[in-house]
Structure formats: structure tokens, C-alpha cells
């Protein structure tokens, strides 16, 4: 039997180590000896041919190890030492102290008896009543002890008849081994496998355990299988006490050219399930793999693919709110060319409906294929500039009208521009042909249409700046107003079926899209200024945008006769009001808002602010309220903050309320404790599942809680791993910025 823990690396294992009091100094390396040792000594006899006795400040010192001793015996011929006295022997990764020692410089092998170690690359340390240097990479440990915490502290430790560490391999073993936290052994193998360094090993992971109301126990435990240098992959029997067993694979491979992620779920019966269902079948599985490709260097590849064997899936055996609010799985693969000045990208695409209450109707076409073309020229200022792009895509969907569809859209533009103002007129010709296939007593039977459409725009804005002084404080203060106009002319549209066009939510950038509507089935007509302004602070002594602010409104000169609903005219002179800015108050308080103003009913409409508090390093806090119409009013709220007058004590929590339905949508809230060597969380969690929530809903659903309840709690032994359910993706989610 063995065990695998593992460990972070790199820059975040730098962080692991932050509370630590002590810290091994850096090998100071000789690499100009080469082969050659320096010897020195306060005192030194030579007692016969070869052998020399020295005491006093003994140094041995080779261009990879450092040897320090009080006394020594040196056999030159054989190239031997034997140390006493506060034995010292230091190399580039680690450092090793006893009572004495016997040491062969040429074959760099060797014993220390009654000894202490430490590691450099994860901050271990240990003792042991021997260490054996079996060669310059693996050295032997006999009954000792190994543990990452600060020395004359043991909150945890793990006991051993027999650790070997590898530097080859980066990996260290150890015999009948013993793990203990807080002096109280817990956990006992007969052998276990770690890694020293950031390398990677066959093994089994620490399992994860969760509770919740829907589901009961959920206990996994994941097998890695390190197949090569670069394929991965890792096993993981997940028992879920109320459903049954589930059996999770995610294959991983990295090569030159190419990389991806397979992930396989499969669950042969879930035994609440099939209480369910009429027919009484219970199998559930579920599947997502992406590639990412560059097999020549002007062609990349991209493959998405998800699948879930029913609509519940993800609400019944995800353990979040945002698996159990997707609504749509992609399937999708790419190929695209990069030319010097152009793209073209070749792409099949449908989709699986995960919510079953989204009518037919409303559901996406699948694109078989579709292929894109982009000019990627440079604009250049002061001069003629000229681009096109084009797309073609065969839509497929069952029960409604298909067909082929062909855009282009050359561009002609001269942007005419200096430091204090710009003007830029630019024509698009757009032309569109669609090859229908209708459905049987469609009372349009037209099925060759096509549409062309110019495209005008004129574009302007001026730059004026100033120098000003606030709180003593030098700015530069910028005010960039905007002019737009557009001109689209009408062009009867009610006979083309809506493959992908839609109204986009209205905000700040949509000011200056010249297409109302996204996708290429409608183009609206219109004639309309856009009319915004733009305000910067800008701190002249650090170059910092201290605030961004801008505000637009667009004005209409005619009605618009192209909509989505057909026998519905857009009738208003002006659109709402947007606004948007980002202010830093402080170098540690940011404050975002996005604003629309009705300007019918003179309220807003829709808007959002965040605030965003952070003043040191794992202090944050956040505050947001959004606001749409009078279908959303929410509150979110989220924090990691040190509790007052400790340094290893944190809260961490998130919050985020509907307050017109008076309920909350997803909350957690815990503690976590970190010291030099371990970390402990606890963390309640709570969220709105879709599956409870329908059962809630229906006629005798009232007692039905339609929340997903958990409680996470997850010790990390730092340099081992994690035990208990991993929760760094729920306070990464939760809290911006989280880091160790």
C-alpha cells in the first residue's frame, strides 16, 4: 500500500511559508574548485602516510558540499573523513548536523549518527538516529521523524523506521509510517510516498469528504497515475451515500503542439433517481473534453465538448451554484488560420439544452459548419484604410426553418486624427444571402433571400487636459467629449428567420455598435447621434488613472422599423442614459458603477456598484448591489479578514441576497487558521439548488428546504497536502483576490 500527498510549488509555495520564523540561508557554492577540496583546521598532525589528525575549526570544502567539524581523522588516500564534535555538512539542498560522521569526498557517500536535517525546497526538516548518504542523490533516514515546522515545534509530524529521499526523482518514501497532529497520531501506513520537490508521482491524492442534505455523505478518493512526463491522469471512486458510486477519470496530456483535458463521470444506478423516472432506467454519466492545438505555426485547434446523460445532472451531483445554473453545454471544434494580415476560422458547433423549461423556440441552431474570414490590417491614422470580413454557416435544428446563410462585409474608412481631436468616417457595405429550407405550410416560401445594406459611420471626439492640484496632490485632468453619427437605411427583413440575432443589454459600449442588434439575421435601420463624455484623473507623480468616468446618450432622428418583434415600431426620440466609472479613492478602496437611466420614467432602470477594500495582503473586502428594473435587487458581499489582535486567525465569508424575494442565493461563511506548517478551514455553505427549489414549487412542496446545505472542512498539512473537501474553488469564486 502507499500514499501520494502533494504539494503547490513555485511562486505559490512561497507564500506557504510566509509565517514561518526560520529560514534556511542560501549553499554558498564554489564552482571554480571543480574536483578539488579545501581543507582547514586550527590545529593539524600527521600520524602517519596519508593520515592526518585536525581539531579546531575543521572545514572541508568542495564546490557542492561544505563539511564543519570540531575534530576530524583524514585518510587521504582513501579520501575519507570521520567527523566528531557538531558535525555540520551543508549542500545546495539541505543541511545536515550530528554527533559524527564518516565521509568519502570522491564517492560522495557517508553516514551521520544522532543527526538533524533540513530541507531547503519546502521547508522540512526532520532528525534521525542515522543518515546514510547512499550517493550524491538519495539519502537514507533510520528511525526518524520529518515535518515542515519551524524548529522546536511539532504540530505535526510523521514517525518512520525508514525515509529515502531522492533528489533525482524529487520524491521521498518512508516505512511504517505514523502521521501525528498536535502530538496525537491519526494515520498509520505501512509505507508512504511524498515529493520533495515539484515533481510528480503515482499515488493516491488526499480524499475529500462533504456532507449535504440532498445528497448525504459524499466521500471520493482520487488515484493519480503519472503515465509519463507528459500524460496524467487521475482516478476517482466517489461514494454518494444516498445515490450510489460514481467513478471519475480526467486524463491529462501536454505535448509540443497540442494539449487537453478528458473528464469522464459515470454512475451505473443512482438509486434516488430512478424513484424518479417511469422507466425505471438510472444510469448517469457525464463528459467534457478541450484540446488546444497549434500543429504548424499559422494553425490553431480548439475542441469543447460537454455532454450530461439528463437535464438534472448537474443540479443533483454538482456542488455549487453555478454548475447548477448552466443552462446550455457546448460542443464545438475549431480550426483557425493566422495569415500575416488576415484570419479564417473553420468551426462546428451545437449545443445540449441542460434546462428543459427554455421553449423550442428559444432554444440556439446548431452550425455545420460555420467559417469566418477577418482582414487583420493595421489602422493606420491619416491615410485610406480599407478591411473585410465574411462568414458562412448551414444551421441545423429540428422542427424549424434551416438553412445557409452567406455575409460579407467590406469596410472603406479614414481616420483623421492629431493629439487634441480625431475624426473618423468609415462605410460598410454589408450583403447577406440566405438558401432556406422551410417547413411544410410556412406561409413565406421564399427560400433564396438576400439583403444589402450600407453601413455609415461618423466617428469624432476631442481631448482637452489641464493641471490641477486636489488634497495637495498634482493631476492631470482629461475631458474627451464624443461624437457619433450612424446611418443604416431600412430594408424589409420579416422574411429572414432569426438563426442567431438578438437584443444585447443596453450599456456604455453598446453606445457605439452601429448594429443594434448582435448576430447578422437583422441589421436596424436607424439615424441616430451618439453623443459621451469621458473624464480622467491621472496622478502625475506615479502615472496611476485615479477615475474614469463617462456618459452617453444616444438621439434618435427617426424611427426604427426593424425589430425582433415584426408588427412592433421603436418609436422613442432617445435612448436611456449610461454611465459608467472606476474611482480609486485610495490606493486600497476601488469603486466600480454601471448606471442606466430611464428616461420615461425617470428612475434607473439598471445598475450596479462594487465596492472593493483592500488594504493589505489577505484583507479584502467587497460590497456590490445590482439592480435591473424590478426583476433583480441583489446584495453581495464577501470578505477575508484577520480577526483583531491574531496573526494566524481569519474570517472568510460571502453573502449574496435577492432582495425582492427576500431570499439568499448563495452564502458561506468560516474560519481559517494558518500557521507556519498547517492550515485548518471550516466552512459552512449554503446555496439555492435548482432541483429543490422545482420541488419546493410544487403542490405539496412546502416543507421542501430548497437549499443545498455543507459544511467543508479541510486540513492542510503544508508540504504533505490537503485532507477533507478542497475548498479553494468556492474561495476563489467568493472572495476576489484570494490567495494563501
Known sequence: MFLLFLFESGSAMANEWQLCRHHLPAFQGDATLGEKT???????????????????????????????????????????????????ITTADALFQGDSSRMWLGKSTGVIDNAQFQLRANHARGDAEQIIFESADVT???????????????????SS?????????????????????????????????????????S????????????????????????????????VTPRNIEKRGLVLNSEFRYLNPRNRGILNLEYLARDRLYEKEIADGGSKRGKG??????????????????????????????????????????????????????????????????????????????????????NSLRPIEKNTLNYGLSGEYVAFERKDRVTGQRLDLKPTISFPLSSDAAYFTPELTVQHSRYDLTRLP?????DDELTRTLPLLTLDSGLFFERDTNIASRAYLHTLEPRLMYVYIPYREQSDIPVFDSGAPSFSFSRLFSANRFSGVDRVGDTSRVTLAVTTRLIDQQTGVERLNASIGQIYYLRDRRITLAADKFDELEKSDIVAQSTAYLRNDLRINTNTQWDVDLHKVAKGSIQFNYRPAKRRILNLGYRYRNVTQSQVDASMLWPIPHTRRWHIIGRKTRSLLDEKTIESFVGLEYQTCCWKLHIVKHRFLNKVLADQAALPGGENVDPYDRSIFVQLELKGMGKLGKSIDDLLGNGILGYSN
Open 441 to 445: 405550410g410556412d406561409l413565406v416560401t
Open 140 to 158: 537514507v533516514l533510520k528511525k526518524s521523524t520529518y515535518t515542515t515546522c519551524d524548529p522546536t515545534r511539532r504540530d505535526w509530524l510523521m
Open 203 to 234: 499515488g493516491v491524492l488526499p480524499p475529500a469528504y462533504r456532507r449535504s442534505e440532498l445528497n448525504g455523505v459524499d466521500f471520493r478518493v482520487p488515484f493519480y497515475l503519472n503515465l509519463s512526463p507528459d500524460r496524467d491522469m487521475t
Open 288 to 373: 467534457t473534453f478541450t484540446h488546444r492545438g497549434k500543429p504548424l505555426p499559422r494553425i490553431q485547434t480548439n475542441i469543447d465538448l460537454s455532454y450530461v446523460s439528463d437535464p438534472d445532472y448537474l443540479s443533483e451531483l454538482g456542488s455549487s451554484l453555478s454548475a447548477s445554473s448552466i443552462t446550455h453545454l457546448e460542443r464545438s471544434a475549431d480550426i483557425r488560420y493566422l495569415g500575416d494580415d488576415w484570419s479564417s476560422k473553420l468551426r462546428v458547433q451545437s449545443y445540449q439544452t441542460v434546462d428543459e423549461m427554455i421553449p423550442e423556440r428559444s432554444r440556439p441552431y446548431k452550425r455545420l459548419p460555420q467559417l469566418t474570414f
Open 38 to 88: 579545501l581543507i582547514s583546521a586550527d590545529y593539524g598532525l600527521a600520524t602517519g602516510r596519508n593520515l592526518y589528525e585536525m581539531s579546531g575549526e575543521v572545514a572541508f570544502i568542495q564546490a557542492k558540499q561544505h563539511l564543519y567539524a570540531g575534530r576530524a581523522v583524514y585518510d587521504k588516500g582513501l579520501e575519507r573523513i570521520d567527523a566528531y564534535d557538531n558535525v555540520s
Open 161 to 201: 523506521t525508514k525515509i529515502r529521499l531522492d533528489h533525482s526523482t524529487g520524491m521521498g518514501s518512508a516505512q511504517h509510517a505514523v502521521l501525528s497532529f498536535m502530538h496525537v497520531p491519526f494515520f498509520y501506513l505501512p509505507y508512504i510516498s511524498f515529493p520533495i520537490d515539484d515533481r510528480r508521482k
